[in-house]
């Protein structure tokens, strides 16, 4: 499989096993964050954040980590394989609070898979989100993925990081065949 879509809550640690994923697989990793983030957290607009997306699938291969519901038609039929991070929102949320201590701006260390000036922020409108993601976006999330996959693209839902350890941890003897 050569066009893995990475999807979860965030705090679910799409960033970490796509990372991991993409040293398993020597696929190019895209991070969607480090992607949309203009520095100071600008949003860019829809139509080129649209083009972006659309140039970037058309490739051969790739690993996309990153929600963003709005561009899951552009994703989604593209993908050979998707997989969908179902973390429980208290974990979610503790990897946040973890993370953004680890990288706050006294660190000096810059947020893996984060656009450039865009320093490790929380927002409460971020944590509500990442609270309701079960309850709201999943079900959307899934729906879409139902609808809209290729008819040969599989789908795998890891909901603990042991499972998402023994996953990759197979990925070395093994071409990606799931």
């Known amino acids: 499989m050569k066009r893995i879509l990475v999807l979860g809550s965030g705090g679910s640690g799409k960033t970490t096993f796509s990372r991991k994923m993409a040293e398993k697989t020597a696929l190019p990793l895209y991070h969607l964050d480090s992607l949309y983030w203009k520095p100071g957290w600008i949003e860019p607009e829809k139509?080129?954040?649209?083009?972006?997306?659309?140039?970037?699938?058309?490739?051969?291969?790739?690993?996309?980590?990153?929600?963003?519901?709005?561009?899951?038609d552009l994703r989604?039929?593209?993908?050979?394989?998707?997989?969908?991070?179902?973390?429980?929102?208290?974990?979610?949320?503790?990897?946040?609070?973890k993370r953004r201590i680890k990288y706050a701006r006294f660190t000096g260390l810059a947020r893996p898979g984060m656009a450039p000036g865009c320093p490790e922020s929380i927002w409460f409108s971020f944590l509500i989100w990442v609270w309701r993601y079960r309850r709201v976006s999943k079900p959307k999330v899934l729906n879409t993925i139902k609808n809209m996959k290729n008819e040969q693209a599989q789908v795998l839902?890891?909901?603990?990081?042991?499972?998402?350890?023994?996953?990759?941890?197979?990925?070395?003897?093994?071409?990606?065949s799931v």
């Open 47 to 72: 139509t080129e954040w649209r083009a972006k997306l659309t140039d970037l699938v058309a490739q051969e291969e790739w690993i996309i980590d990153g929600s963003y519901g709005g561009t899951l």
């Open 76 to 97: 989604v039929p593209r993908a050979e394989l998707i997989i969908f991070l179902d973390i429980s929102p208290y974990r979610c949320i503790w990897n946040i609070l």
């Open 157 to 176: 839902i890891f909901n603990s990081y042991r499972a998402m350890d023994v996953f990759l941890s197979q990925l070395h003897s093994t071409p990606i």
